[in-house]
């Protein structure tokens, strides 16, 4: 049974990926598909049991840039996305935005959902000044929603019990990372897949021990960079 409201809101939100609809009304009927999955707690409780069971789903790519995300399911093309995120009481989740617009729903225990608008011009890098636009509760069985990239600033966090959400998002206009904020110090940063960011981390310092020991053979591995690398040097 689990699986096929599964596989109803799948194939529900892949119509809507695919439809011109202007994307507020994809957005409310997103929310309204979501809403009959958060009735059905099975799928995401069967999932959890996979990733507690089998040690290979461990290392692959079920599991995306948030450190408390899950993938529920992949379109195979890549048209959208559902994942689990589980959000621990007490803990801190940073501010961050998205690649696409999607919807989010509550599965589990209240979670604190505060939006922002972004205030600065861009122009300065990793610089970042952030305000307030709304704050809400989201219930069990409630819905919200992202915008992508600027328009989509937000935090969740449990309100005070280990609380569950589910969220479905559309196709990435922005791909590879996403943007973390620190509102309290302006500041902003691209956060990446763990794999990419020890790659990141790797080639920064390796970039450093070349300008200090001026090795030519450090600098050939780092002239073969791939440019999404190169360009976070
Ligand atoms: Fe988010």
Known sequence: MSGNVLNEFCDEFAALCMSDQPEEKKILLGQNSLEQLLQEHSVTGEMLEKVLSNNLVLSSRLFAIDPNDITLYREPAGLFF????????????????????????????????????????????NYAVLQVRSQAVLKPGETSFVLATDAGIHNMEAVDKLAISIHAYSTPVRKGFIQCYL???????????????????????????????????????????????????
């Open 82 to 125: 559902v994942r689990i995120l589980i959000w621990e009481a007490g803990k801190k989740y940073p501010v961050h935005d998205h690649g696409a617009w999607g919807v989010v729903g509550c599965l589990l225990n209240d979670i604190q959902e505060t939006k922002y608008d972004r205030l600065d011009d861009q122009s300065v890098p």
């Open 183 to 233: 509102p309290e110090k302006n500041r902003v940063e691209k956060m990446f897949p763990l794999s990419k960011r020890k790659q990141i981390l790797a080639a920064r310092a390796l970039n450093s021990l070349s300008q200090v020991h001026a090795n030519e053979g450090y600098k050939r591995i780092l002239d073969k960079l791939d440019d999404e690398i190169k360009r976070e040097l």
